[in-house]
């Protein structure tokens, strides 16, 4: 989980805008948007936070995945820009 051991972009972390990538130990990540991703369900929309097919998950979401390791993006050990 990240260095302050709560979700990421919960509270105060969460960003004002849903942002095309990410910045992950200093590099830029595309994120991957709802159903492109290997493990996605075979459903119209994520279950958690409404995303179609094709958009990308709402900030926050514990189904969306980190584009660097493939774990969840809101608590994997990967170093996101504003931890």
Known sequence: MSQNSKPRWQGSNKPPENPLRFVIESRQFDRVPFGDWDEDPDLPKCQHCGA???????IGCDKEPCPRCGGQAISCECSYEGD
């Open 52 to 58: 179609v097919s094709g958009e990308f998950h709402l």
